[in-house]
């Protein structure tokens, strides 16, 4: 697009040039501006997790959920349409703009700036007044085009005190487990309405505007935050805590798989240690060899103890491990706000890894978590101590990290393990912020 001055030109004098910016280009901007952001590096492909980590901050900032299909899509340049307005939106508000349109905006004029051509002679003030409206007229007319693209804007954002979100319990202690929710959107305008389980975008289904009630099952246990959403944009969310009587075992392929398998025969707790037995598979029909990770879990009713002053040790081993090259365990403790993760390794494979406290998600691609690795095959003591939201980690009694967090985890809800193999635990400690045990098994 070319813009010239109303005064003819000699052959000589080159036109004032401005490149509008293709609008992939902005969005592939936009994505490099949060990996920077992110403490990724520009050309970094992230993992499953890394990806899982980006979405729930993008919500929690935003308000907006992108699912995890879209988002790697996007990440991963795979679009030949541009993504949906509320999608862009919610890329460029996590990024620091007020929206796809604000970010837009920015990008063109400094594109604009940057393309002015240099050594121009001195003009007069009568033309820098005419560049100067011109300017502002395009920026007004941007606004307007922002204003018409999201009615909301003209509306006014709709109020979620009018919304109506519940959750009843059919049993407890039990899984699978069925709930029951109540809601009203009815004076809410969207055009679509969705209900999702937890974190895991898999679980999210359609409801209907004109209908307030929705069964739905939770498969794993755990405390989870259901959300009722429209339009993409998360209106109100409600605790759902699914506890169990006692330490339950079962498989999936992946994090993100909504049905597990369980392992319901045979002894999970054994010779003093928790862990699967070769007999438990047998029994349950399960193939150790195929692909997928082992999770152990207990989510008591109450648990005494508040996610940012407490103290956890652990022993564990894997007992078994499949053909793999990086085996790993993960340590969980569960809140009723977020969660603290941390996954221990071999040496070899510590870029693999990652682990999550509160709202800090650590890679092993751009975080030194070299400290983690270690021989899984051997027992290892962990030790997990948050005093004040800090949180420090001991392995064999060294400490190996440390850092402070923001967001409050609140009560702790439960512990468990997730592993590629089959893991072990010999002992569990669970002491309070008096220092007061909690909770302990030597099994």
Not at 379 to 403: C, D, S, T
Request: charged letters at 25%.
């Amino acid at each position: 697009m070319y813009f010239y001055e109303q005064n003819p030109v000699s052959s000589s004098q080159k036109p004032f040039k401005m490149n509008l910016i293709d609008d992939k280009d902005l969005v592939k901007r936009c994505l490099a501006e949060i990996k920077q952001q992110m403490g990724y590096t520009a050309s970094a492909r992230l993992s499953q997790r890394d990806i899982e980590h980006l979405s729930e901050q993008i919500e929690a900032k935003t308000k907006i959920l992108i699912s995890l299909s879209t988002l790697k899509r996007i990440l991963n340049g795979q679009f030949d349409r541009l993504p949906q307005t509320s999608t862009l939106n919610a890329l460029t508000c996590f990024a620091g703009y007020t929206g796809w349109h604000d970010f837009k905006a920015k990008k063109i004029s400094e594109q604009t700036i940057e393309n002015q051509p240099e050594n121009k002679k001195p003009e007069s003030k009568n033309k820098n007044h005419t560049r100067f409206w011109i300017g502002a007229g395009i920026f007004l007319l941007l606004v307007l085009m922002t204003l018409l693209l999201q009615p909301s804007l003209l509306r006014g954002n709709n109020t979620t005190s009018e919304v109506k979100f519940s959750a009843r319990q059919t049993s407890t202690a039990r899984i699978p487990n069925s709930v029951v929710f109540t809601y009203d959107v009815s004076k809410t305008d969207a055009d679509s309405f969705y209900f999702q389980q937890s974190w895991n975008e898999k679980t999210r289904i359609s409801i209907q505007k004109n209908n307030h009630t929705l069964t739905d099952i939770y498969y794993e246990p755990g405390y989870h935050r259901a959300k009722l959403l429209a339009n993409g944009k998360v209106l109100k969310e409600v605790g759902v805590n699914i506890t169990t009587k006692e330490w339950v075992s079962y498989t999936k392929r992946a994090f993100t798989e909504i049905k597990p398998r369980y392992f319901c025969k045979g002894k999970i707790i054994h010779d003093g240690v928790l862990g699967l037995t070769d007999e438990a598979f047998d029994e349950n029909h399960i193939d150790f060899q195929q692909d997928q990770l082992y999770f152990s879990t207990f989510f008591p009713e109450i648990l005494k103890a508040e996610g940012d002053n407490f103290m956890y040790k652990v022993r564990f081993r894997l007992r078994k491990i499949k053909a793999t090259l990086c085996p790993w365990i993960m340590t969980e403790v569960f809140c009723q706000n977020s969660f603290i993760y941390f996954t221990n390794t071999i040496s070899g494979c510590i870029s693999e890894i990652n682990a999550k406290i509160s709202d800090n998600y650590l890679s092993g691609k751009t975080t030194d978590l070299s400290a983690f690795g270690c021989d899984l095959t051997q027992w290892q003591e962990l030790e997990i101590r948050v005093i004040n939201k800090n949180v420090g980690v001991y392995l064999a009694h060294k400490k190996i990290f440390e850092k402070p967090y923001q967001q409050a985890l609140g009560p702790i809800a439960g512990i468990g393990f997730a592993s590629n193999g089959l893991f072990e635990i010999d002992e569990v400690v669970l002491k309070n912020h008096q220092n007061k045990v909690i909770y302990q098994a030597s099994f």
